[in-house]
């Protein structure tokens, strides 16, 4: 009956009212999706990545394959009105989407925390919802400043992203995030966002905190010279964090702020 109607209404006001909108979404970026549920849009989504899981609503819709390789052909058979892929320099993705006739949004990679007020711009402006963006970006703002830490003692970090080494750069917003909860990456000057760091080096720079949102802290303190580090002689290897939380640049990322910020308060 439910489709019944709706093919009638489409008969007879074949135009939106207003207010209304018929645009279909398929994001293929966790924190895309975070983000349009945030500005109140997530009825909009058709589709999403495999790994989307935040809100605990995005589970429920469809899944059309991940970022670096998604299923050209079960985002084409959603009838989406916009994608948003990020601006990957490895993937084609857009282009062929393009090819058939969909319109594609690649939006910046974000560097620093302060780079989510733009993604929220972009997302916002392409929904027509820019005053709902406004709103979010200045209610993150307020967001940000409150879970910051304000104080003098800050702590040098050597953020570990993945196994094999995988660190974060002076270009990752994990790094940013790392800053405003009061660490100072040790690998800050590094202009890439994540890059492959030697041990050695680690244990040379010597950090007073390891922040390994994912990793196993037995594992890292088990390393060779691992004991040389204040980091480990303090206890200060923070693993088992959420690591979603951590890996992404979404509107809950003032809650990876303050989680940082208090795990680090316990060796200023």
Known sequence: MRIICAFLIGIVSPLPAAGETTERVVSLLPSYTETIFAL???????????FCNR???????????????PDIERIYALRPDIVFEGDWKNSAASERLSAL??????????RRASDLYRTVRMIAYELDLAKEGAKLNARLKKDFSGAAYKGKRRL?????VDAGGWSAGGASFLSSLAELAGADNIFAGEKAGYFQASWETVVEA??????????????????????????VRSGAVLCGL??????RLTPSSPSAVKALREALDEFR
């Open 40 to 50: 109140g849009a997530g009825e909009r989504l058709v589709g999403v990545s495999n």
């Open 55 to 69: 809100p605990a609503a995005a589970a429920a819709l469809p899944r059309v394959g991940d970022y670096f390789a």
């Open 101 to 110: 006739g969909l319109k594609v949004v690649r939006l910046p990679e974000e």
């Open 156 to 160: 040098t970090a050597y953020i570990e």
């Open 206 to 231: 010597d950090p007073a905190v390891i922040v390994c949102p994912g990793g196993d802290a037995a594992e890292i303190k088990a390393r060779p010279m691992a004991g040389r580090l204040r980091a």
């Open 242 to 247: 959420d690591r979603d939380l951590f890996a």
